[in-house]
């Protein structure tokens, strides 16, 4: 079972990113979706998360009205739009997963996954 994350790099202030989280070895449409981030010397938050059927959808209050989750089941992968990026925003973003029985259902928690990508750098600095 194996998540990757791609789309992070380097975007000047005001710009937008889109992360993407490809799953591999198990069916990505069971499980609910959530979106980490670490910015260095600080903890692992989560930002944003999706239910199985993609009908649920929540997210902190920092990045609310600027990133938006997403996911295509029938190509195992979700996303993470992110726009008017800030400096403050500059992190390793991490996707993750949990099987859930209910549809509608997600969390912000890092505790209530159990499946995670690797990480990918997004920096944002003019």
């Known amino acids: 079972l194996q998540l990757v994350e791609s789309g992070g790099g380097l975007v000047q202030p005001g710009g937008s990113l889109r992360l993407s989280c490809v799953g591999s070895?198990?069916?990505?449409?069971?499980?609910?979706i959530g979106w980490f981030r670490q910015a260095p010397r600080k903890e692992r938050e989560g930002i944003a998360c999706?239910?199985?059927?993609?009908?649920?959808?929540n997210y902190a209050d920092s990045v609310k009205g600027r990133f938006t989750i997403s996911r295509d089941n029938a190509k195992n992968t979700a996303y993470l739009q992110m726009n008017s990026l800030s400096p403050e925003d500059t992190a390793v973003y991490y996707c993750?997963?949990?099987?859930?029985?209910?549809?509608?259902?997600?969390?912000?928690?890092?505790?209530?996954?159990?499946?995670w990508g690797q990480g990918t750098q997004v920096t944002v600095s003019s």
């Open positions: 993750a997963a949990v099987e859930v029985d209910n549809i509608l259902v997600a969390t912000l928690a890092l505790n209530d996954y159990d499946i």
């Open positions: 070895g198990f069916t990505l449409g069971v499980y609910a």
């Open positions: 999706i239910s199985s059927s993609g009908h649920y959808t």
